[in-house]
């Protein structure tokens, strides 16, 4: 066994995935440790369990960042290292028909909160980074800072949802209410467009005439607790290589994508 790689996790609620991930490294399913848990919301029930652990935990209030942002935004101080036009550039988070003064306002309030975010992670180095429940948007801006190695992404997230259907916050009530007769959730690096980054595992559940969307949920978040460990475990032996794939449609169209292949165990 190698060395315990060493996992940091952002959360912004309840934090059963985070609950599971932590009993996963304690049991030692996976070869890990959890060295902080970070937060966008002051009341997140997930810290008491980081706490119970041991573990670090720090707030950055997002909330009241975008509040003082509306209020004074000649005040607020962007960080040193950003550049609006950059990151204007890159992000893929908006349809095409919004304008650039929303744009900016998101990027420059989220860039301002990022960058807080870089600061409290930084007495703690880690391998990877887990987003267990963190209902932000991350930046090409914070993306860019903990993604520097070209080709390993290392920030991983898990969606309520059998992506690429159903992105966005309610992964699960927008299955229910579309009328799938399946459900599921998946586990994906993150890229710079939301919940569109390449996919490392998912497992579904079957969706019956009487399940209601809090029984999806309770049968969705089952299936993340087995999952999310997994992943990670994956990630851990070192066997999620990300490939750069260029297929041809049938209609002579080019589809270009970036995929997880689940290398083979080494005996
Ligand atoms: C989970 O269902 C997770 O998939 C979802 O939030 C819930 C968090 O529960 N994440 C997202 O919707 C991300 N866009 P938890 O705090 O109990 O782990």
């Known amino acids: 066994m190698g060395e315990k790689i060493r996992i940091g996790a952002l959360i912004s609620g309840g934090g059963t995935n985070l609950q599971a991930i932590i009993d996963s490294c ?8 959890i060295v902080f848990v970070g937060t966008d919301n002051p009341e997140a029930k997930g810290l008491a369990r980081a706490a119970k652990h041991n573990i670090p935990t720090f707030v950055v209030d997002y909330s009241s960042i975008i ?17 609006m ?16 003064e929303k744009k900016e306002k998101f990027i420059a309030t989220r860039a301002i909160a990022e960058a807080e ?22 930046t090409p801006y914070f993306i860019d800072r903990i993604n520097t190695d070209p080709g390993n992404p290392r920030i991983m997230n898990i969606h309520p949802a059998l992506l690429p259907a159903f992105p966005g916050t309610d992964g699960y009530g927008d299955t229910f209410r579309y009328g799938s007769k399946i459900g ?32 999806i949920k309770k049968k969705g978040l089952a299936l993340e607790w087995e ?19 260029t297929y041809k449609r049938d209609d002579g169209k080019e589809v270009k994508r970036t995929v997880v292949k689940i290398l083979k165990c080494e005996q």
């Open 26 to 33: 304690e049991s030692e399913k996976i070869d890990g440790k």
């Open 67 to 83: 509040r003082e942002y509306r209020k004074n935004p000649g005040e607020m101080r962007l960080p040193g290292d950003f550049e």
């Open 85 to 100: 036009k950059d990151l204007l550039s890159r992000i893929s988070l908006f349809p095409p028909e919004t304008d650039s």
């Open 117 to 138: 975010l870089i600061k409290k992670m930084k007495p703690y180095p880690f391998d990877l980074l887990v987003l267990a429940g963190f209902m932000r948007n991350l």
């Open 184 to 215: 599921g959730c998946t586990v994906h690096f993150i890229d710079y467009g939301e919940d569109s980054g390449p996919i490392i595992g998912q497992r579904s559940f079957q969706i019956d005439p009487d399940d209601t969307i809090d029984s």
């Open 227 to 245: 999952l999310y460990p997994e992943c990670i475990r994956l990630f851990a032996q070192k066997r999620l290589k990300t490939v750069k794939m």
